[in-house]
Antibody
Framework: QVQLVQSGAEVKKPGASVKVSCKAS????????MHWVRQAPGQGLEWMGI????????SYAQKFQGRVTMTRDTSTSTVYMELSSLRSEDTAVYYC??????????????????WGQGTMVTVSS | DIQMTQSPSSLSASVGDRVTITCRAS??????LAWYQQKPGKVPKLLIY???TLQSGVPSRFSGSGSGTDFTLTISSLQPEDVATYYC????????FGPGTKVDIK
């Protein structure tokens, strides 16, 4: 079945970096855009950015420009999200989520149909 | 940037009630609007995309409508399993979520 499996919880100190992975299975990895979304405790959903797993091109939310890097490894069908210069406000659950329609059919402008299970990142001294 | 607002921020209704949640965009977004359901402690789930298209496997008591700036999510007969927070999201350019509407059973 189609699924996204993320890496485990992380605890980091302020100023450090974290790299979260998201392994896709059950579909053609390079045919669907992938997004990253985060959710701070008790808060709403916040979009971070998008990666095209085929060519590797990315687009980031302005809030995270300069601090976030999204990459992919087509050999393992895995996307990565690295966030640097961590601060306490970055404590959140981080989700990867697949764009629904496929790159060829819908382009990047589509809803998110498959979500990873989430990765809790805690930033604390 | 286009802002998304939702109303109400929370509601409490009885089982079997018709529930309506409103989402408004600060500028027109055509029908590039999705609705998600997030149950406590769970991953968000896509309910509706393109403003009114039901995602496969979603119960037919959920429906969506609207275009441009004003959208609604309707639950025709509220069930206990519908207790959740509901988020709208625009995806015409940036992928902005609304602040959410928490739905409880009275």
């Amino acid at each position: 079945q189609v699924q996204l499996v993320q890496s485990g919880a992380e605890v980091k100190k302020p100023g450090a970096s974290v790299k979260v992975s998201c392994k896709a299975s059950g579909y053609t990895f390079t045919s669907y855009y992938m997004h990253w979304v985060r959710q701070a405790p008790g808060q709403g959903l916040e979009w971070m950015g998008i990666i095209n797993p085929s060519g590797g091109s990315t687009s980031y939310a302005q809030k995270f420009q300069g601090r976030v890097t999204m990459t992919r490894d087509t050999s393992t069908s895995t996307v990565y999200m690295e966030l640097s210069s961590l601060r306490s406000e970055d404590t959140a659950v981080y989700y990867c989520a697949r764009a629904r329609g496929g790159i060829a059919a819908a382009g990047r402008h589509d809803a998110f149909d498959i979500w990873g299970q989430g990765t809790m990142v805690t930033v604390s001294s | 940037d286009i802002q998304m607002t939702q109303s109400p921020s929370s509601l409490s209704a009885s089982v079997g009630d018709r529930v309506t949640i409103t989402c408004r965009a600060s500028q027109g977004i055509s029908n590039y609007l999705a609705w998600y359901q997030q149950k406590p402690g769970k991953v968000p789930k896509l309910l509706i995309y393109a403003a009114s298209t039901l995602q496969s496997g979603v119960p037919s008591r959920f429906s969506g409508s609207g275009s441009g700036t004003d959208f609604t999510l309707t639950i025709s007969s509220l069930q206990p399993e519908d207790v959740a927070t509901y988020y709208c999201q625009k995806y015409n350019s940036a992928f902005t979520f609304g602040p959410g509407t928490k739905v409880d059973i009275k």
